[in-house]
């Protein structure tokens, strides 16, 4: 902690200072705006500057040159949402990917993440199953996000804007809900006002997990106290500890054969029922937020996270199959790791105006210290002595004995395969100015300076590389405005990937070398305010990744293109009446790869929608379906495919009073076999079948 804090105030801390004096000297010496920065709080239509958000600015959605879908926590409970992968099932230009079964993994706009993961527009890294139990809204950019959240952000990201304590409120709510698969689930928020200027809000779920599969279970726990101090009129401070401890089942699905999976294995698991398919998480994060109102046109942020992760994971998969026989080839490992973060991140936020145009400018730093501890043991068959062993398929799989019919054993203690410490130090300044050249003209331009630094010390064999890459991330937009409630826009951005990829686990000497791969993307759209309650977005994007090799033959670094994903995305939420609300996507998207192959995880198609009818004040119903085109299992395989699905869901709400209510949700109504997403070759999920989930909420 005292290291960041050293480096904060020797490398950051001047230049971000000398950037909110030249802000404020801007203030000083030009007209303050006549009309006050306006406070929005309209929920679901703004990305939160108060809350510390992702855009940090307060921002309309309208005014924002990029895609972006805001989910509520009122969508998350209407439509039963329990996982992020619930959220993304209804959001275009963005699909899921299994994850390996022990973490969110999402794949934006062809470009597939398990690390654009933020919280409170801080980065959330880790690779697990996010918890929803705390979360006021989640915002889903598309397109890089470099300028506000630095290296990765290559497709999109996800920040999820927390639930803070509500100053002068007295409220709280329980909630427990169960399924026909056995699962069952209780949240509890509570806020309450403290002595003073001082606020308290306490929020806690466990679930116990179950599905269709076989031996899967789990356990969730989540507790996250939260106080807010008001220092002064314009200043508060939020501050939040959250303890996360979870462990599941990991499932990797199914085998494929003549291209897609194998339909007569869909009730078999592919795993051991013994607890060597497992993943745990233990999680402490403390964060501190400082929010100044400096004067009316003027505030700013500080925020601090602290932050312990202790994540293992083990499994057998499938790693071979030949079609039609009755042996499966497995494979498989244990991935110990343990990351320590401390992030510190501060801006601040001006509107001035300077002759006819209007200003907001952002100007801010952030560091970021990261240790990550990880092993990785291979599976050790004691008839093979090796990963790889040929079993029998049965329901349930014996990994007792081999095809052959031999005693076997794997010791996951046998064959350490790697074992590495990584230290990461980022330093970042940003700079962006929004400008309102006129009523109907805005134009919106910035940059972001990473200083990316990593030493990743191979303990196991003894040795260590070191990488410092220095990136700039401009970014651009134009916003047209016909009318108030019309924008037409157009951005481009850019973002990196640095060489050490998501985990920071490994950097060879051969990618110590090589530059870090580049995304850049531009958006063509319009966005349309219809009424005060519905909005309709359309936008076409284009973006195309930049990959630096070496050529195996002279050992030149030559820079090729790599991934190139261009698409349409159509997207319709709000009241289409008193009565009823939508929520309607659309995505056709297509790509290629550097060898002109087709992508993996990339739909043709992808189609959403959600309607919410209210019968009366006491009753409605809401009938929800979500239809995913065929998509590419490997990248340059295109005879090896994800079939084509169409789920349709079903809710109905009742309110039995006015503090309580009772809901249903149906998930999979028509019970169709489908497989929504596939991590390699052999391992194609089996979604859920029909399945029912009844809850109950009392409100006090």
């Known amino acids: 902690m005292n290291k960041i804090i050293n480096r904060f105030f020797d490398e950051v801390s001047p230049l971000f200072f000398i950037g909110v004096l030249l802000v404020s000297s ?13 406070e929005i709080v309209v929920k679901g239509n703004v990305l939160y500057s108060d809350q510390v958000n992702a855009l940090k600015t307060p921002v309309p959605v309208l005014d924002v040159p990029q895609t972006v879908s805001i989910v509520t926590d009122e969508d998350i409970l209407k439509q039963g949402f329990r996982q992020i992968g619930d959220i993304v099932r209804y959001t275009p230009g963005v699909n899921t990917s299994q994850g390996e079964g022990h973490r969110d993994a999402v794949v934006f706009r062809g470009v597939r993440s398990t690390a654009d993961f933020f919280q409170d527009g801080v980065r959330d890294d880790v690779q697990y199953y996010r918890s929803l139990y705390n979360v006021e809204q989640v915002e889903i950019l598309r397109g890089p996000n470099a300028l506000l959240f630095g290296r990765g952000g290559t497709g999109g990201v996800i920040n999820r804007v927390t639930k803070k304590a509500v100053m002068d409120q007295q409220f709280g709510s329980v909630e427990f809900g169960m399924d026909s698969f056995g699962a069952n689930d209780l949240a509890l928020d509570y806020n309450m006002q ?13 679930d116990s997990l179950e599905n269709h599969r076989d031996h899967y279970d789990g356990d969730r726990l989540g507790i996250n106290p939260t106080m807010k101090l008001k220092l002064s009129d314009r200043t508060t401070l939020d501050l939040s500890y959250e303890h996360a401890d979870h462990e599941r089942y990991i499932d990797r699905g199914i085998p494929t054969e003549n291209g897609e999976p194998v339909e007569r294995f869909e009730k078999i698991t592919f795993g051991d029922p013994h ?11 403390l964060r501190a937020t400082l929010s100044t109102e400096f004067s009316d046109t003027r505030k700013g942020n500080l925020s601090i996270v602290s932050s312990e992760f202790e994540k293992m994971y083990k499994n057998y998969y499938a790693s071979g199959y ?18 320590e973060n401390t992030i510190i ?16 400018i952002l100007v801010g730093a952030e560091m970021i210290d990261t240790t990550n501890n990880n092993h990785r043991y291979n599976t050790f068959w004691s008839t093979t002595s090796d990963d790889n062993e040929v079993f029998t398929i049965s ?23 790697s074992k590495t410490k990584s230290d990461i130090e980022v330093t970042s300044v940003y700079f962006q100015d929004q400008i309102d050249v006129s009523d109907n003209l805005k134009v919106m331009i910035g940059g972001r300076h990473d200083t990316f630094d990593i030493t990743v010390t191979d303990i196991k064999n ?3 590389q070191s990488r410092e890459d220095k990136e700039f991330s401009p970014r651009a937009g134009i916003i047209y405005k016909p009318k108030q409630n019309v924008s037409w826009y157009y951005s481009y951005s850019e973002s990196f990937l640095p060489r050490s990829g998501e985990q920071f686990k490994s950097l060879s000497a051969s990618n110590a070398a090589l530059d870090p791969d580049v995304y850049e993307s531009s958006e063509v759209g319009v966005k349309v305010a219809l009424t005060d309650d519905l909005s309709f977005t359309a936008a076409y994007f284009d973006s195309e990744q930049t990959v630096a090799t070496r050529d195996s033959v002279t050992g030149e670094t030559n820079e090729i293109v790599g991934l190139q994903v261009d698409g349409l995305e159509l997207e319709l939420k709000g009241k289409v009446t008193d009565k009823m609300s939508v929520v309607f996507g659309y995505t056709s998207m297509d790509g290629k790869t550097s060898s002109g192959g087709e992508p993996r995880e990339i739909p043709d198609n992808m189609l959403s929608l959600f309607a919410t009818y209210e019968v009366s004040d006491k009753f409605g119903w809401a009938l929800g379906m979500t239809k995913q085109g065929e998509s590419n299992i490997g990248n340059n395989k295109p005879g090896l495919v994800l079939p084509d699905y169409t789920r349709v869901d079903l809710a109905a709400y009742y309110q039995i009073a006015d503090d309580l209510s009772v809901q249903m949700n149906i998930e999979n109504l028509t019970d169709e076999l489908y497989f929504p997403h596939s991590h390699s070759t052999h391992q194609a999920s089996v979604g859920e079948p029909f399945n029912m989930r009844i809850s109950i909420r009392k409100t006090f």
């Open 26 to 38: 801007l203030a000083l010496n030009a007209q303050d705006s006549e009309a006050e920065v306006e």
């Open 194 to 206: 403290g002595s003073g200027n001082a606020a308290f809000r306490f929020m806690m779920h466990s």
């Open 275 to 285: 607890g060597d398919n497992l993943t745990t998480l233990e999680a402490d994060i």
């Open 322 to 339: 030949t079609a039609g026989s009755n042996v499966v080839t497995m494979d498989g490992y244990l991935d110990p790791t343990k990351r």
């Open 345 to 360: 991140t501060g801006n601040l936020v001006n509107e001035i105006q300077m002759g006819s145009s209007t200003h907001t």
């Open 395 to 417: 329901r349930p799989m014996d990994f007792t004995v081999n095809s052959a019919g031999v005693p076997t054993s794997n010791d996951y203690t046998a064959d350490l395969k």
């Open 462 to 464: 003894g040795s260590a």
